[in-house]
């Protein structure tokens, strides 16, 4: 599996390569089209043209992904050189007194420039690539404003209602966090723990669900990457008592995602990832409600939904009465996760009004099965989305929150000098890591020592600070591990005392295994909808934005 970093100018190479060679893999492989295309591309990229054939064929063999076409690394190691702060601050100088300008010169008259004028300083002039990722380092928003205007500025990065033309599938996709109108209980006493968080994505053309992520965890950078992770999965759901599946068709990279401004979504590993696969990131800017109003009319619509469960908090004191939603509280996150996949499929094929015909309709008429791309390998996508730290890789492995890993596969790395790496880390379950190796390989370590147990971040990071508070100092692996259990004990005995010891048993419970699945087909939790005074929902739609037909 790969998962490269598009780190440093290897990286911008790639990136550029990919943005002209992507739009190729739609095409025939044997169409005169193609070959024209290619002919173009190898122009543009100033290739060969048997090395723009070679280029392409990388790129669809690896999902699509633009560390495939990073160029070999030679001479220094990765990361062993940088800019002088002079010519970083001459490129800076000239961008903005020469190309962020109303007349608007040619990036590559301002490119010329910039060399010319390293050379007459005797500084050692920067590629063309090189001043293209500093430009696209600045805000976009405020170059377009100094070389267009204010006016062309806000049309493009402040789009009103009925703003944005979409006509196929994974064009666009929204997608929110929102905490559950209900109350859950934990799997072995059914007693009331929390209002669980749900993250859904929507596709805007057909407002089919690409895909879902329930949590007790707050939203994070993890709740979107699993989302996602759930949005390029084939799925499919297996009604209770029966063989029989429901469709659930949706599957594939979006094109372009609207996410919520959090700090998290603007992290480089983020933003890293997405440009990865493809993924164009749009942030939704404070008070801008149109930026994501499919998703949160679905979500609406959602919560509706919600407010017949038993455990309900409805959507205010007001609507919830004299109603005790603590007391009336009786499903499980898992029983929960089972209703909400049956009511999404319900939702996929009742008529919905801004489309004037069901969800998974639209998506059928307007070939959804063969937008967008598939990825193969998922569990790449997975990883690649996953938080990560950089961390160095020395003759003992590493160190990633004071617990130590190794893979045998470190040896040739080692004998390389390789440095710091990037670690990618699933933070529920720290037993395994991922290093990311310099051909983009994802590769998976585990504990130096075998016998430790599973821990989540969490942990770790409250035995570190349990430590540190007595002891000061770091923590020795040995400490943590020996602390992480204490803790567990006596979380064990005070689960049935206290919420916050039921809700970490909770987290245990949710932790990758790789146990069995339990059988999808068990008994439901059964669902009385037959009192005439339950509130009924309305199939909602936002129709801030308009959809080519």
């Known amino acids: 599996m790969g998962q490269g970093s598009l780190e440093g100018s290897a990286g911008e190479v790639a990136l550029e390569r990919t943005e002209v060679l992507r739009p190729l893999l739609s095409l025939q492989k044997d169409g005169h089209e193609l070959g024209s295309a290619i002919e173009v591309a190898a122009v543009q990229l100033a290739v060969s043209m048997s090395t723009a054939w070679r280029l392409l064929g990388l790129l669809r063999e690896n999902d699509g992904r633009a560390s495939a076409l990073e160029p070999k690394r030679r001479g220094p190691k990765h990361g062993s050189f ?5 010519v970083e601050d001459l490129i800076d100088r000239v961008l903005r007194e020469r190309y ?12 010329t420039e910039i060399r010319a004028e390293c050379a007459a300083k005797g500084f050692h002039p920067p590629s063309r690539q090189t001043v293209k990722a500093r430009l696209d380092a600045m805000d976009q928003r405020e170059v377009m404003r100094k070389r267009q205007g204010a006016k062309a500025a806000r049309q493009v990065f402040e789009p009103r209602a009925g703003g944005l033309d979409v006509e196929r599938p994974l064009e666009v996709v929204q997608i929110d966090h929102t905490l559950v109108d209900i109350i859950l209980v934990d799997q072995v006493e059914r007693k009331p723990l929390a209002r669980p968080w749900l993250t859904l994505a929507v596709d805007i053309a057909t407002r089919v669900v690409l895909g879902a992520y329930v949590s ?41 995602i609207h996410v919520d401004n959090g700090r998290d979504f603007r992290s480089n590993a ?7 696969w493809g993924i164009l990131v749009n942030y939704r800017p404070p008070g801008r409600v149109h930026y994501g109003g499919h998703v949160e009319r679905l979500i609406g619509t959602a919560m509706g939904a919600v407010h017949v469960l038993p455990g309900t908090t409805q959507s205010s004191p007001k609507d919830k009465g004299e ?23 319900r939702y996929h094929n009742t008529r919905h009004s801004g489309l004037g ?23 790449a996508f997975r990883i690649s989305f996953l938080p990560s730290e950089r961390r160095q890789l020395g003759r003992t492995g590493i160190k990633l929150f004071s617990v130590g890993y190794w893979s045998d596969a470190f040896g040739p790395m080692i004998g390389r000098g390789a440095g710091k790496v990037m670690v990618k880390y699933d933070p529920r379950d720290m037993s395994q890591i991922w290093v990311v190796a ?22 770790a990071r409250r035995a570190s600070a349990f430590y540190h508070e007595r002891h000061g100092g770091t923590i020795s692996e040995t400490m943590l591990f020996q602390i992480v259990e204490e803790q567990r004990r006596i ?17 245990e419970a949710r932790l990758p295994s790789d146990k069995p699945k339990r059988d999808p087909s068990r008994e439901m939790f059964a669902i009385d909808t037959s009192n005439p005074d339950l509130p009924t929902y309305p199939i909602d739609d936002f129709d801030g934005f308009r959809r080519k037909t």
Not at 100 to 111: G, I, K, M, N, Y
Not at 270 to 276: K, P, S, V
Not at 491 to 505: D, M, V
Request: charged letters at 30%; hydrophobic letters at 40%.
């Open 491 to 507: 979380a064990h005995a005070s689960r049935q005392q206290t919420l916050t010891a039921r809700l970490e048993g909770e987290r």
């Open 270 to 276: 983020f933003q890293a990832a997405c440009a990865e």
């Open 100 to 111: 962020l300008v109303l007349e608007r010169p040619s990036f590559r008259r301002v490119v």
């Open 216 to 256: 007790f965890d707050a939203p994070s950078v993890l709740s979107i990457g699993l989302c996602l992770d759930h949005c390029v999965r084939p799925k499919s759901i297996r009604t209770p008592g029966s063989l029989e599946e429901l469709y659930w068709p949706a599957s594939g990279i979006p094109q372009a």
């Open 438 to 459: 310099e051909d983009g390989r994802a590769i998976a370590a585990r504990y130096k020592d075998l016998s430790r147990p599973r821990i989540s971040l969490w942990e």
């Open 323 to 345: 109603y005790d939603s603590t007391g009336n509280a009786s499903m499980t996150l898992e029983e929960f996760e089972d209703w909400l996949k049956l009511e999404i499929c």
């Open 357 to 379: 015909r069901a969800p998974l309709a639209a998506w059928a008429d307007l070939g959804g099965d063969d937008a967008g791309r598939q990825v193969v390998d998922t569990e």
């Open 82 to 86: 940088r800019l002088p702060q002079r």
